[in-house]
């Protein structure tokens, strides 16, 4: 089986990649780094970056365990920043198989490191998932604490799936659901970074994917608060 999916960021275990650095009007980048630790092991990392323009940049790659029992693969995955309205925004789509003979544990952070002056910042985002059983036994998703969070400065902004408990009959695929937020006020502007983090469990034979995004908007002052539209980059999904 195999499932595409678009617009995705990510971070590895043990493994820092700093990919660029550039300073704009009201938010200055040192890069986009991505994790990720498995109870599967350890795992090899590729990620290629291609500059879309001066503030926007776009990661495809993947993490892939000894003899591939394990995995985590992005493409097109797109993080900037917009200076015209003071907006940053970044995905963490992801698909992650489980090719080993037991339930593992997965934690995959995306984030992009940085600051952002402002009196204020507006937070939204978006989750959409499925789960595909490749098993011939009953397959788990199962998260300890939210399954989803969206981070600044190492704080959660929102936290989505919370205690996740999914189910899929074997050979089965079944939806995790579509979920989002939109203009959470943050009372302190970016110190140090934004993040993307999953965390989760997945069964034998299991392939979980994930589209997601969060956006972010820093206020200059309180006469010029705007509201921040965020669309939900929800990617097409292709099994074979």
């Keep these: 089986m195999k499932v595409n999916i678009k617009n995705f960021a990510v971070i590895f275990t043990g493994t820092t990649a700093l990919l660029t650095s550039a300073s704009f009007a009201g938010f200055t980048s040192s890069g986009c780094v991505y994790s990720v630790s498995s109870s599967a092991g350890s795992g090899s990392q590729t990620n290629t970056t291609v500059d879309l323009s001066p503030t926007a940049w776009m990661n495809s790659g993947g993490w892939v365990t000894a003899g591939s029992t394990a995995s985590v693969t992005w493409a097109n995955n797109v993080w900037g920043w917009n200076p015209s ?130 956006s972010f908007q820093t206020i200059p002052g309180p006469a010029s608060i705007a509201i921040l539209a965020l669309t939900p980059l929800f990617g097409s999904r292709r099994r074979r």
């Design 85 to 214: 309205t003071n907006t940053g925004f970044m995905n963490a789509n992801i698909v992650i198989r489980n090719n080993t003979g037991a339930a593992q544990d997965f934690v995959f952070t995306a984030a992009m490191n940085g600051t952002a002056a402002g009196n204020q910042t507006l937070a939204s985002g978006s989750i959409g998932g499925q789960f595909v059983n490749g098993s011939g036994s009953l397959g788990q998703v199962t998260s300890s604490g939210p399954l989803w969070s969206a981070l600044i400065d190492g704080s959660t902004v929102n936290s989505q799936l919370p205690n996740a408990l999914f189910f899929a009959a074997p050979f089965q695929i079944i939806s995790l659901g579509n979920f989002n937020f939109a203009n959470i006020a943050v009372s302190n502007s970016i110190g140090s970074q934004t993040a993307i983090r999953f965390s989760l469990r997945i069964s034998a034979g299991g392939e979980a994917s994930f589209t997601s995004a969060f």
